[in-house]
């Protein structure tokens, strides 16, 4: 009689890649949508996949074949799963590369106008070439957020939002005091918009203290001050970096292993949200293209409803008003 061997497999833990254009119900963001059963079929029809590639680093594939564990895409991210008798070291982390496969994402979503610039640096000591690329954010379970308590709390791999700094940029949101404010242009004197009054109430999104500082190797000089190194691991179509480690010391709801190493019996769910754009609507004539009327405010662009009282833009007529080399406002241009 032939031998037969099953192993018991259990989700290590999943990771879901939520963005607000395709969430959001017009002015109102997913999270405060109140019909119950609306929400739960706008996360059923969701799908990142259209927008977003992820896939394990080379180590991290290797990792986890040596495991045994397995690796499967989803409409709202990945999730891996792990044999029930699986045993991880504390340290064992396990990285994803995140990389943008439409062209489209880049009208409707918020910071993309940061430069991902791609610096090779030659270091002649070893006669080797040093590559890095800006502004690239690391999504990491180690430095991330929650919002709630307890075991409905949400798991964000974003840091938690930081106050004001002089380097802000147009796009970058801030906590000032308990409210969430987002910068309508750059600094100095950058204008804001409020986004919440308790920031608490609002998920955490990607936002610009998620991109590392870069400590290029001694010898090396012009590394962009933030970013990543890229590496056979880390490639040029890298748009971000989602880092996980087995064991997070000072929150273990962060762990992916319970204090045997072995899979949790309730795996973490970790969320990453990117913040949808939000722009000032501009009319014009489509005949002699003058301007007929324009928001007063900036207006969130959303695939679902309108956040405005007239027609809503499209994402690809988004456009950055200079003044210098200063961005003084984001607009979007409607021809009527």
Not at 63 to 72: E, P
Request: glycine residues 6%.
């Amino acid at each position: 009689m032939a031998e037969r061997t099953t192993t018991s497999y259990r989700r290590l833990f999943e990771v879901r890649l939520l963005h607000h254009y395709w969430l959001d119900e017009g002015a109102t963001v997913f999270d405060q949508i109140s019909d119950a059963a609306g929400k739960t079929a706008r996360l059923l029809a969701y799908d990142r996949r259209p927008f977003f590639d992820v896939r394990p680093t080379p180590a991290t594939a290797l990792s986890l074949n040596a495991a045994r564990c397995v690796y499967r895409n989803t409409a709202l991210g990945f999730v891996v799963g792990a044999p029930v008798s699986a045993v991880f070291r504390a340290n064992t982390v396990l990285s994803f590369v995140v990389s943008v496969e439409s062209a489209q994402f880049y009208g409707y979503t918020s910071l993309t106008l940061r430069p991902q610039t791609i610096y090779e640096l030659f270091k002649t000591d070893d006669r080797r070439t040093y590559r890095f690329k800006e502004n690239v954010p690391v999504l990491s379970n180690l430095t991330g957020a929650t919002r709630g308590t307890g075991p409905t709390s949400d798991l964000f791999l974003s840091m938690e939002i930081p106050a004001p700094d002089a380097s802000d940029t147009v796009e970058s949101l801030v906590r000032s005091g308990a409210a969430l404010l987002q910068l309508t242009s750059d600094n100095p004197a950058a204008t804001t918009q409020q986004l919440g009054t308790q920031a608490t109430d609002l998920p955490v999104f990607v936002h610009q203290g998620d991109i590392p500082a870069i400590v290029p190797p001694a010898g090396v000089t012009g590394a962009p001050a933030r970013g990543v190194q890229l590496s056979d691991d880390i490639t040029d179509d890298v748009f971000a970096v989602i880092s996980l480690t087995a064991v997070r010391p000072d929150d273990g709801a962060f762990s992916f292993v319970d204090g045997a190493g072995a899979p949790k019996a309730d795996p973490p769910v970790y969320q990453v949200r990117f913040k949808n754009r939000s722009t000032r609507w501009t009319y014009l004539d489509k005949t002699t293209y003058a301007p007929i009327a324009a928001s007063p405010n900036p207006l969130p662009l959303t695939f679902f409803g309108n956040a405005g009282t007239k027609q809503k833009p499209s994402t690809d007529g988004v456009k950055a008003s200079m003044t210098g080399t200063k961005v003084t406002q984001l607009i979007s241009e409607i021809y009527v």
